[in-house]
């Protein structure tokens, strides 16, 4: 089942890109080394025709999987979201209060998340922490080394 996925203007146009990559570059490439091994001669035996077809397999269910993922994106508008509180698509920089360490991560749908660009799932366990929060508030989140406090520095988009 599929559900609704928010997106900035550059996540739908990477999506919108992967898609018409697959499609007009790594499609046509698959059907020629199919039409190669085909030319190979029998194909219960032909291993490269079998490779070739899984890998035609494959292709088109992530092809599949990426448009239906575009059917059910939306682009937020960024200009009309809230700045006085964590929503999606918002950079927060938050302190961990017992070491002091401040982090600033936005908040992104699920298949824009890059965390060495900083940039964290929505569905996340520390984003989740974080949504609806104001500045000053104190985050409980629970991590792998236990529920840990980050207290809301700046919020901006």
Do not use: C
């Not at 203007?9 to 080394?33: C, F, M, T, W």
């Not at 190669?36 to 035609?56: C, F, M, R, V």
């Not at 200009?79 to 908040?107: H, P």
């Amino acid at each position: 089942m599929s559900q609704t996925a928010y997106y900035t203007k550059e996540g739908l146009q990477n999506l919108k890109d992967e898609i018409y990559q697959l499609e007009h570059v790594e499609r046509p490439k698959i059907s020629a080394q199919i039409g190669a091994a085909i030319d190979l001669g029998d194909l219960s035996e032909n291993a490269e025709y079998h490779a070739a077809k899984e890998i035609q397999g494959i292709m088109e269910a992530k092809i599949s999987d990426l448009k239906n993922k575009l059917a059910y994106a939306r682009l937020i508008d960024e200009s009309q979201l809230d700045t006085s509180k964590v929503l999606a698509l918002s950079k927060v920089r938050i302190k961990n209060v017992k070491s002091g360490f401040e982090v600033t991560y936005t908040l992104v749908a699920e298949n824009e998340a890059d965390l060495k660009l900083k940039k964290i799932s929505i569905e996340s366990p520390i984003a989740k922490g974080l949504l609806g929060k104001v500045v000053g508030d104190i985050a409980e989140i629970n991590t792998p080394a236990g529920v840990t406090e980050f207290k809301i520095l700046e919020i901006t988009r």
